[in-house]
């Protein structure tokens, strides 16, 4: 199908892939532009005008435009300098091939200017562009590794200040197996996080945007945005948070030489601003500095922890023997394994919402994902190792220093006494200290569980353990200070929020939002002239157990949708174990703050709320978009199997609309009714050559559901392609519907120019109404003085060359001059045209003629129409026939019926004279309307009325208006009647005679309905069920 004949000429060599690029170039050129190459790898015939190379042979072993799997087929976007290569599109494999001078061109490709216009016309503008001599390319961005880029990025933010002055306090409190359990507590959920954040950024190429990116593409917009927001505002704070910890190191360093700048608060604002203002300038130099500066944070930390470790070897001196420390000793370790809870903090869940946040930080890395060399690997393998070594380290120091000091030390070298001395209690005792005063009266002021440097005092050099709390927050505060901006900058781009677009620019060829790194430094400076923050510091944590949360639940959600794009090449994670961490996480937010999670939780139901209510155009293939099919899937499934019964009847409509903005007023009428109840479909009739008309089907479709939406219609649309509008309308209702989800009433506009029309549109229209109920449908048939089909005033400001439909008032078929149709975005911001079923209608009436009992549709529909708002106001008039002897007998029966059927409609009213004979100059005026349609045969015999009718089925033989005249007169009666009755009515809903086929002549139908309706200024809707009950009055 796809195979190309080969013209008779000599071979030549070729190279490169096969492409669609310069179709319409070799045209006018008159000439390939290709020039044979040496060293090409394949061999081809002369270039055909869909490539802008040759056909190859090699792969394949016979011409054809088909080309072998590559990556730029799948990728979205590409490199500096790149050109877009593309696979031919299934028309060009797919239709015949016109060969023209040697040349094969694919008919498709020659009919459709716009495909050729398409992405091979752009893929033909780069490679020109590739080739132009001079060109300047862009240097390429910084990118980093795993270790450089995430694992030693999570590491400095994980280390804290926590790591030297509350570990060793911690484990004087809970005992190093307590302790233990808290680490590993804590590490259990930021590993399960770290396994998710590993499976979310290997399912697919991830971009810059961090946390935030991966929330969103994962679980959507909604929680994605709410979280990006917080998660960097967060992050913005914790900078101000990391910079305080370091100001308030350097003032006690001031305060223990008397050495204060002005006084201790101040001092920690003047020394945070200065800080913040110089990693700030680190930033800004760009993330290469940044990096340089991490690593040698890296470094002082890795330093200072060598220099503890060794001064656990080394021999205790006196000084720190007064002070608690005694080198390794097994009894310490003995004494030390076990808690001793002192203090209000003195609790284990007290002491885990402690020690927690020194665990978090794994986002680091994430978070510059822009910035990595390949972020599917750098993330799993750097986060999961920074994950491994942090837990060590906090592992081997709380052994250490728990088997080295003991937990109250009074510092005085008086206290020393001889090993065995009597009213010496304690341990130190055995080692010839008596701190049994001060751990009476609880005034030590050294030792485990009073001394927060009691690692400064352990360590073999002092400084050194000083130098790494600098290099531990000032590290943290930077890898807060470039995260905020990059997750942010991913977020302003996307646009969720309004007013936040300014600060996603970014400069350089790392592209740096530095206008998102001005805007973090006013945030962290304004936090740090507080110089207070014991009150934020909680719901900074609870902002990153929120994220914690939401990512477990990513990965979780992802997995229980069994979504075929869910395949991330890290396997080593658990949907289960994703979801644990997701509850454990929230457990320890209320854990932590009670109060500061319910705020955490209020801001992202708040922001989810907003994404909720604008609906961002976004489409980013996430779970929940998965997650609805599946439900969708299900419950339609599901739904097979529930029994129907009359109770749980819905007006299920497949509305001939046509494109449904021609005709919005059928449109609003059926979404009014339908909407959050029942099915609607939007039908559309192509007529025309198939081959003609299924570009057009596919252009429009998605054009079509925008305008539905954007209308707050919730509806589908479909088309079908057929050579006439009857059998379109047969395809649609035979296929339409999904199960149990099935239409059962047809819904089409009046024909009001079926007079004029060919007689065959008026066969097929009437035939459609046949088709509806041979096919058990209920028939609604809307009719408007002004009429349904807007189509010429909206081509008129399209194409002022419109040629009319050819059946414009039928609510079907679509046949439009060739141009006139707009493209999908033109059709959702066209502008809305309004309707009366748009507007409230006030106290005005709801009349209902229930003529003939259809089973009970023509009540039932303006039941669920005065449900609305709109119509709710509305007082809805019930008129039937009856006799004028037993008026009151009748009405009192129908009022009963309906009571029964809970309508609510106790406004009954019996129609007398229903059977009087009509005024004359009416009756004049029916014949007038049925005489150009009339056979005139003179009551002839059946087969030569027959005769006379060959070609011509829709005349109407004397004995055919003879027989109907009764009917024909009750239609003329019951248009007097409306007139009488309902001339300022809201809505008019009749039930219309039915003609039997074969019987009655599609011109004498419609003329009944044209009698029936015609004069009448309220819309007026035609219903007639499938004689099956809609409405009952038993419970069960």
Known sequence: ??????????????????????????????????????????????????????????????????????????????????????????????????????LAVPTASLASPGHAAGPCKVSAGLEEA????????????????????????????????????????????????????????????????????????????????????????SLGPELGGSIGLIFAFANAVAVAM????????????LQEHNSLIVDPTNDIRIIGVITVTVLLGISLAGMEWEAKAQILFFLVILVSFINYLVGTVIPATAEKQAKGFFSYRADIFAQNFVPNWRGPEGSFFGLFSIFFPSATGILAGANISGDLKDPAVAIPKGTLMAIFWTTMSYLVLSATIGACVVRDASGSLNDSVAVGSPGCEGLACSFGWNFTACAQQQSCRYGLSNYYQSMSMVSGFGPLITAGIFGATLSSALACLVSAPKVFQCLCKDQLYPLIGFFGKGYGRNSEPIRGYMLTYVIAVGFILIAELNAIAPIISNFFLCSYALINFSCFHASITNSPGWRPSFRYYSKWAALFGAAVSVVIMFLLTWWAALIAFGIVIFLLGYVL???????????????????????????SEVDEHIKNYRPQCLVLTGPPNFRPALVDFVGTFTKNLSLMLCGNVLIGPRKQKMPESRLMADGHTKWLMKRKIKAFYTDVVAEDLRSGVQMLI?????????????????????????????????????????????????????????????????????????????????????????????????????????????????????????????????????????????????????????????????VSLLSKFRLGFHEVHILPDINQKPRPEHVKRFDELIAPFRLNDGFQDEATVNEMRQGCPWKISDEEVDKNRAKSLRQVRLNEILLDYSRDAALIAITPPIGRKGRCPSSLYMAWLETLSQDLRPPIILTRGNQENVLTFYCQ
Request: hydrophobic share 35%.
């Open 130 to 217: 590739e080739g132009e001599p001079g060109r300047d390319s862009e240097p390429e961005p910084v990118r980093f590794g795993w270790v450089k880029g995430v694992m030693i990025r999570c590491m400095l933010n994980i280390w804290g200040v926590i790591l030297y002055l509350r570990l060793p306090w911690i484990t004087a409190q809970a005992g190093i197996a307590l302790t233990w359990l808290i680490i590993l507590m804590s590490v259990t959920v930021t590993t399960i996080t770290g396994l998710s954040i590993s499976a979310i950024s290997t399912n697919g190429k991830v971009k810059s945007g961090g946390t935030y990116f991966l929330i969103s593409r």
């Open 613 to 639: 209510y604008k609906k961002p155009d976004v489409n980013w293939g996430s779970s929940m978009q998965a997650s609805s099919y599946n439900m969708a899937l299900n419950y339609s499934v599901g739904l």
């Open 1 to 102: 199908m796809a195979e190309l004949p080969v013209p008779d000429v000599p071979p030549a060599r070729c190279s490169g892939r096969f492409t669609i690029s310069t179709l319409l170039g070799m045209e006018e050129g008159g000439r390939a532009p290709y020039t044979p190459t040496e060293g090409s790898s394949c061999d081809s015939v002369q270039p055909t005008q869909l490539s802008s190379s040759t056909l190859c042979t090699r792969t394949f072993g016979y011409n054809t435009v088909d080309v072998v799997p590559a990556y730029e087929h799948y990728a979205n976007s590409k490199g500096v300098g790149d050109p877009r290569k593309g696979r031919p599109s299934l028309a060009d494999l797919h239709s015949i091939l016109k060969v023209t001078g040697g």
């Open 242 to 253: 990391h910079t305080v910890g370091f100001a308030e190191t350097v003032r006690d360093l």
């Open 734 to 894: 035979q296929a339409a519907g999904l199960g149990k989800m099935r239409p059962n009433i047809l819904v089409l506009g009046y024909k009001r120019n079926w007079r004029t029309a060919s007689p065959q549109s008026l066969e097929d229209y009437v035939g459609i109404l046949h088709d509806a109920f041979d096919f058990k449908y209920g028939v609604c048939v809307m009719r408007m003085k002004e009429g349904l089909n807007i189509s010429r005033v909206l081509q008129a400001h399209v194409n002022p060359t419109f040629e009319a439909a050819e059946h414009p008032e039928n609510g079907t078929g679509s046949r439009a001059a060739p141009g006139t149709a707009a493209d999908p975005t033109t059709l959702a911001s066209e502008q809305q045209a309004s309707t009366i079923f748009q507007s409230k209608q006030g106290k005005k009436t709801i009349d209902i003629y229930w003529l003939f009992d259809d089973g009970g549709l023509t009540l039932l529909i303006p039941y669920l129409l005065g449900r609305k708002k709109r119509w709710g106001k509305c007082k809805i008039r019930v008129f039937v026939g009856g006799q004028i002897n037993r008026m009151d007998e009748e009405r009192k029966a129908i």
